[in-house]
């Protein structure tokens, strides 16, 4: 199933839409909403949400209407990232690289990747003509490409 994505006109109407319906609110009454900290907020929950400010003014860093936003943003929610945490409505996504860390030395002291790991054992049994030796040799990275593997599972 293809999902389908809003156009710029139909994401504005639903911003429209929302910012008005809090706009009434904040002017039904004199206890109404905060409008201005309701669209702070908002912005704020959003650049968190993308990654901060930077990301979400990406497009147009340098541009007038950035400049404020940029400035809207970093009065509310400051410069660290870590206080835009619990600004997030929607879940931190991280991506990871399995292979790369079963395979780094700082996680896995003593476990190579695969190929140097078996680059190593035949520099150890290069000079080796001997049937017995090259026995050994095939057990040794067979040995190792299981521990690689069972590791790698882990």
Not at 26 to 53: E, I, K, R
Not at 82 to 104: G, H, K
Request: with cysteine; proline share 6%.
């Amino acid at each position: 199933m293809t999902e389908t994505r809003p156009s710029r006109p139909e994401l504005q109407a639903e911003a429209i839409r929302v910012l008005t319906g809090a706009a009434h609110r904040s002017t039904a009454s004199v206890d109404g909403l905060d409008f201005a900290d309701f669209l702070a907020q908002v912005l704020a929950s959003t650049a968190a949400n993308v990654g901060g400010p930077d990301r979400l003014l990406a497009s147009r860093p340098g541009s007038c209407e950035a400049g404020q936003v940029d400035a809207l943003l970093r009065g509310t929610i400051g410069e660290d990232p870590d206080d835009w945490l619990p600004l997030r409505t929607q879940p931190l996504a991280i991506a990871l690289n399995v292979a790369e860390l079963v395979e780094s030395g700082d996680l896995h002291p003593g476990l190579l990747g695969l190929p140097a790991a078996v680059n190593e054992v035949g520099v150890r049994y290069e000079p080796a003509v001997e049937d017995e030796a090259l026995d050994a040799w095939d057990t040794e990275i067979d040995a190792l490409t299981n521990h690689y593997v069972g590791k790698y599972r882990r």
